[in-house]
């Protein structure tokens, strides 16, 4: 271990941890776009890539945000069992974001690898 780091930290727990943060709205925007998600759908689908599993207590609270900021809105549809579940839908205001997130992401990905590549081949 990593002197001052704590054990989760040293095992990658932190930094797949502030990545997701950074991009989780995008990428719950990005599973929108072909349709209307409820939250536990949307769930499922992130907890299909390892390092997006995301809890109740992380997505909910990031969809009210999205639906304040008017990037999605919402709709109850009655449930073949269960009770009625909250959908969310893109609006166009959300389709911009991912767009724009779209286009930025390949720049912004390009100039981390740049300043991670090392020239002498060593690795970290």
């Not at 271990?1 to 930290?9: L, Y």
């Not at 893109?90 to 930025?104: I, K, N, P, S």
């Not at 981390?112 to 090392?118: G, P």
Request: neutral net charge.
């Amino acid at each position: 271990m990593v002197p001052g780091i704590a054990k989760n930290e040293a095992e990658g727990g932190r930094v797949p941890s502030q990545l997701r943060k950074g991009v989780l709205e995008y990428c719950v925007l990005a599973l929108m776009r072909d349709g209307p998600r409820y939250g536990v759908e949307l769930l499922t689908e992130l907890s299909a890539v390892s390092v997006m599993t995301t809890s109740q207590g992380t997505i909910y609270p990031l969809l009210s945000r999205l639906r304040r900021e008017g990037y999605v809105d919402t709709e109850l549809r009655e449930s073949p069992s269960g009770p009625p579940r909250r959908y969310y839908t893109l609006t166009a205001v959300g389709r911009a974001a991912l767009a724009e997130f779209t286009q930025a992401w390949p720049l912004f990905r390009d100039a981390v690898d740049h300043f991670l590549h090392d020239p002498q081949g060593d690795s970290a």
